[in-house]
């Protein structure tokens, strides 16, 4: 059965694929949303206290990293998706390689998020957002990007197995918002209030961005951040993976 | 062995505290189809999630095909097809993506999958709206679909939970159809359902389930001829003739319902039961306004298998 892995894990990818194909607004208003934040943000609501230079320049690797973090939405909702209308059931019942549904989900929802990245990079470029560093440097922004991505869909593996329901999903949701938002992907910490500075500094979330902006060679970047961007979503995957794998096995009991 | 398609000896399932499974046993002879006839919540669909390896038993010996359903679950997989009791397809993409995939996942490789999909939306009439989202589907067409793709592989054992619960009679009918079809190809069927009459149509031997556990067992006929076969019901004008009409009707195991004016017998021989009530009631001059014979139901099987019949005729 190990001998069908690869490809039953690409017929998954394939699947979801196919969705897309057949539903492209809907994919297109998800690499949009990113898109229509940066610009809301970024000239409408006119943010960036404290930030040296261009907010631009402080915004759009904050938006990078944003979207990366909502990606844990789609995911949980598209797993739930799948339990409520029993189509897992089917996959289960099928000879097919164990690990295949995860793999396939997992697939689909990293390409979704790199054309997401390129998008909103793209826009970024059109406005005028330059990247001052090397080109290795930035494939490894993006590489962290992506890192902090799987991490998020792992987590949202899990979450969608444990609520079970879509009505579950509105719930957690609501959670995702505040924990996007409680970060420095928009605005310094130094200039929120000191709990919630010290919180900001925390997320995960705020060491992918700064260590996007450092790597983008953003001027007035921190450096130093890049180690914390590699252990921390590695920490949550080193967790949330084997939680998300045995719940997954466990829908048998 | 080789002639049992299904072997389940003392199966349990418990839900927190509540047994599903309460020490269910079951024998299928191969190419026979069975039908496990009971209410809800009397463990039909835990049976079949059991039997499919969706659902790991807590106790007792289960074997498909020969083989174990927890230590051998992948030889059991490429041996079973499943209809469940809700529509396992993915709603977005069109039938024949569906069965393509489905295809795919059995590793017919892409051709065959493809001539796979294209031979059975013919075989089930859907040819025509293959590409169409499976969410714009009807509730038969949707169930058609659910069971081509429960038929990929040609499966050994079938089983269809509840195949017909939640349509129109023509659903229905369609249904029963494609189910009939499959017959005399070796397949051997596990059909769960509510209703007698389905079990009845289709099924060669049938287990009653009722608080996850097999109360009767045998062909349609020896249950219904242990729940005294057809009845008739005799529609009164006037509820206080039901008495008389009782005591003269040529009638035995007779159950009264007053506020309907309604009696109700079992019959033996269906015409010269239906032609004697009908002389009876002209000669007493007794006005009928309705005298029907119709198949026992499955309350009635019910009621006479957990032995409560007696009851109802004594409060009637
Ligand atoms: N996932 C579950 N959690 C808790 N109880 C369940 C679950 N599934 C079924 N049950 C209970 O087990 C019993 C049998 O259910 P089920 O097998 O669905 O019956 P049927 O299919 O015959 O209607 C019912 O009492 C039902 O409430
Ligand atoms: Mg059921």
């Keep these: 059965m190990t001998a069908y892995a690869l490809t039953d894990s690409w017929t998954m990818t394939r699947r979801e694929l196919a969705r897309w194909a057949r539903q492209p607004v809907q994919l297109v208003v998800n690499l949009i949303f990113p898109v229509m934040l940066l610009l809301m943000f970024g000239y409408l609501i006119g943010g960036g206290r404290g930030v040296n230079g261009e907010y631009r320049d402080y915004l759009i690797p904050g938006m990078l990293a944003l979207t990366m973090a909502f990606g844990l939405e789609g995911t949980m909702i598209a797993v739930t998706r799948d339990l409520d209308k029993g189509v897992i059931d089917r996959f289960r019942s099928m000879p097919m390689a164990d690990g295949a549904v995860l793999v396939g989900r997992s697939a689909a929802d990293m390409l979704q998020s790199a054309m997401a990245l390129v998008v909103l990079i793209g826009v970024g470029a059109a406005l005028g957002w330059r990247v001052h560093g090397g080109p290795v440097a930035f494939l490894g922004a993006v590489g962290l990007l992506l890192l902090f991505r799987f991490a998020m869909l792992w987590i949202g593996i899990y979450l969608a197995l444990v609520a079970g329901k879509p009505e579950m999903v509105q719930a957690v949701q609501i959670l995702v918002w505040p924990i996007g938002f409680l970060s420095n992907a928009l605005a310094l910490p130094d200039t929120m209030p000191g709990w919630l500075g010290t919180v900001v500094e925390w997320n995960p979330m705020s060491h992918t961005a700064t260590a996007v902006r450092d790597l983008f060679g953003t001027p007035g970047a921190e450096s130093g951040h890049v180690g914390a961007a590699l252990v921390w979503p590695l920490a949550l995957l080193a967790v949330f993976f084997p939680l998300a794998v045995r719940r997954f096995g466990r829908l048998s009991r | ?316």
């Design chain 2, 1 to 316: 062995m080789a002639d049992t398609a299904i072997t389940v000896d003392g199966a349990e399932k418990r839900y927190g505290g509540k047994k599903a499974l309460d020490g269910l046993d079951l024998r299928v002879a191969r190419g026979t189809v069975h039908g496990v006839l009971g209410p809800n919540g009397a463990g039909k669909t835990t049976l079949v999630r059991v039997l499919s390896t969706l659902l790991r038993p807590d106790a007792g010996r289960i074997e498909v095909s020969g083989h174990d359903v927890v230590r051998e679950a992948y030889a059991v997989r490429l041996r079973i097809g499943l209809l469940g009791q809700h529509a396992a397809l993915d709603e977005e993409l069109g039938g024949r993506q569906n069965l393509e995939l489905f295809g795919r996942l059995h590793h017919l490789g892409a051709r065959r999958a493809r001539a796979r999909a294209d031979e059975l939306l013919e075989r089930f009439d859907l040819a025509d709206t293959g590409r169409k989202a499976v969410r714009q589907y009807s509730g038969g067409m949707r169930r058609r679909l659910d069971l081509a793709a429960s038929l990929i592989t040609e499966p050994e054992v079938l089983f269809l939970d509840e195949p017909t619960t939640g349509l129109d009679p023509r659903g229905r009918a369609e249904v029963w159809d494609s189910v009939r079809s499959l017959v005399g190809g070796g397949t051997t069927v596990l059909l769960t359902t509510q209703y007698l009459e389905e079990a009845d149509q289709l099924a060669d031997r049938i287990s009653v389930v009722d608080a996850g556990r097999v109360i009767a067992e045998g062909t349609a006929d020896e249950l219904k001829a242990e729940t005294g076969g057809d009845r008739i019901d005799v529609v009164l004008r006037e509820a206080g003739q039901l008495g008389a009409a009782v005591a003269l009707l040529p009638l035995t195991g007779v159950t009264v319902d007053t506020d309907r004016r309604l009696l109700s017998a079992p019959v033996t021989d269906r015409m010269e039961a239906l032609s004697g009530v009908v002389r009876a009631l002209q000669e007493a001059g007794i006005e009928a306004e309705d005298v029907a014979l119709r198949r026992p139901t499955l309350d009635e099987v019910f009621l006479h298998l957990t032995g409560d019949d007696r009851r109802v005729k004594e409060a009637a």
